[in-house]
Every structure is written in C-alpha cells, then in structure tokens.
C-alpha cells in the first residue's frame, strides 16, 4: 500500500493511472476508521481498479466550538486498516490543503439550511470545500459516502452536478453495531453510562417506521412520538426530528411515497445522528 503525503505526488499518480487506463475509487475520512468506512472502502473496491483512501482531519467543518482538537486520531492504526482491506493508496495530506492566504470556499444555496446546517453553520462549507480540492487532486471515477450522514451525501451529489465533476458519487448504506446504534467516530466519546441513551436514537426511527407501516401519514404526529422516545432520557437533548424530501430536504407535512427520518440529539457532550427512508406501505388496489 502506498502512502502520498504531497498534493503534487498524488495528482501526478491519478493522472498516470488514468493514462494506464485504470479506474479510481475514492473513499474521502476524517480517519479513526470504523466499520462504517470499512464498508465505504469494500464497496469502493468492488467499483474500481485502484482504492484511495484520503484521512484529514479537515479543520474549515468544525465550528470554534466544536471538537477540532479533540477529534480522535490514530493514524497508525488506520493505516493498518486500510492495508488489511486492501486500500491501493493512503493520501494523507496535511496543512498544505489551507496554504497561508486560502481564501476560496464552496457554499450551496439550498440544502445546508436544512437539518445539520442550522446548528454547524460552517460545517457543510468545509466539506464541500475540502471534498472540491480532494476531488480535483486525486481525480477519481468513483466517491463513496456513507448515508449516515444523508445530508453530506445530498450536498456531494448536487456539488458533483452543479461543478461538472465527471465522478459517480455512490452512497453506501449505515453499518450498526449489534443493538442497532449507527457507527461513528464519535461514538469514542460516548461513556459508560450515556452507551445504552444512544440507542434511543435507532428506537425513534424504528418507531416512526412502524407507524407509518400502520398507516400513520400525519408527520408532525410521527416526529411528536420520536421527539418523545428521545426525551424520556434527561441527558438528551434533540437537535432536530426531521421528516422531509429526501433530495431538496424540505419538510413534508404529510407522508407519501418515500420521505427521510432524519435525527440529530446531543447526548451528554456527544452530538449523535441517525436516519432512515420511510416508505408508505403500498394500498392494494
Ligand atoms: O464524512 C467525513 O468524514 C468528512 O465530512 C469528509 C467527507 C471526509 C470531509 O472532510
């Protein structure tokens, strides 16, 4: 596995693949890899001849009081990781990304005011900055994202669209641990006693799935039910109970066809996350 540290090596290796005529995944993190990017990083393989994989800890997403410094870290043995899977190449690119004088950023009109972006303000700018120059410096035919951040994947999608990138985005659906809790980094964060209130996330969605399979389309009622189930432990606090359009994220006040159960709590210092489509069972004729 080679391991790319220069932004000019790594462009260069792209372009020399593509004239070999090999075809190039690429799985963007933050590092402190789980199984979740695993999964990113087996599909990626499943897609392409060459897997990258990108770890930077990209510091234009994370608000002045959010966790930048603490973000856990461990690249050794992320590169392990990426060996044991099969990773063809580590770019682990650093400061040079934001060279003194960076002043150019990539801001979307719409789909940031909407869910996580009322809260992280500054968060979808950094990732569609940063994802915009990694694109641009390892070139890849194929990028795979993880639908648990649903919102990232719709803000990538409309960026790929909307800036000409020639780049199949694919999505690749939350890997849970056994209980049914989503796989983050942050989950490290999450003590002893705080573990088991994480699963009330994961519970609020299965609820909401089960009413609308019982022929609830009234959304406010399904989002009241959840934010409830979420509330019944004291160290939560909801951020947002969503039901809305799975690709503007509008709300939906009623529920037809395919809508997104989106969700996002604090629980203690840890900011959780969670979502699910629901689907109106289909009314025989
Ligand atoms: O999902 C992440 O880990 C990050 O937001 C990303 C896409 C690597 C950009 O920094």
Not at 88 to 100: G, H, L, R
Not at 131 to 149: Q, R, S, Y
Not at 189 to 207: D, F, V
Request: charged share 20%; hydrophobic share 40%; aromatic share 8%.
């Amino acid at each position: 596995m080679k391991v790319i540290t220069s932004i000019r090596e790594m462009t260069r290796f792209s372009e020399n693949l593509r004239c070999q005529g090999r075809t190039i995944a690429f799985v963007p993190t933050m590092g402190y890899l789980h199984e979740g990017h695993l999964a990113l990083m087996a599909e990626g393989k499943t897609k392409a001849d060459h897997l990258v994989v990108s770890i930077f800890v990209n510091p234009a997403q994370f608000g002045p009081s959010e966790d930048f410094s603490t973000y856990p870290r461990a690249m050794e043995q992320d590169l392990e990781q990426c060996r044991t899977i099969g990773a063809d190449t580590v770019f682990t690119p650093d400061s040079d990304i934001y060279p003194a004088g960076f002043q150019t950023y990539v801001e979307l009109e719409k789909l940031p005011l909407h869910l996580c972006g009322l809260s992280r303000p500054v968060f979808f700018k950094g990732v569609a900055t940063v994802v915009t120059k990694l694109f641009n410096i390892v070139n890849p035919h194929f990028a795979l994202f993880g639908e648990k951040d649903y919102q990232q994947l719709a803000i990538i999608r409309q960026l790929v669209i909307d800036l000409n990138f020639d780049i199949t985005v694919v999505g690749v659906p939350i890997v849970r641990e056994p209980d049914g809790l989503a796989k983050s980094s942050r989950n490290k964060y999450l003590t002893q006693k705080e573990r088991p209130h994480a699963l009330l996330l994961y519970r609020s969605i299965q609820a909401a799935e089960k009413m609308v399979k019982d022929g609830e389309i009234d959304a406010q009622k399904i989002v009241d039910a959840a934010t409830e189930i979420l509330l019944s432990c004291p160290d939560i606090t909801v951020d947002y109970v969503s039901i809305c359009d799975p690709v503007t994220l509008d709300g939906v006040t009623s529920i037809q066809g395919k809508v997104l159960m989106a969700v996002a709590v604090w629980l203690g210092k840890t900011r959780l996350i969670d979502n699910r489509m629901l689907v109106v069972p289909h009314t025989p004729e």
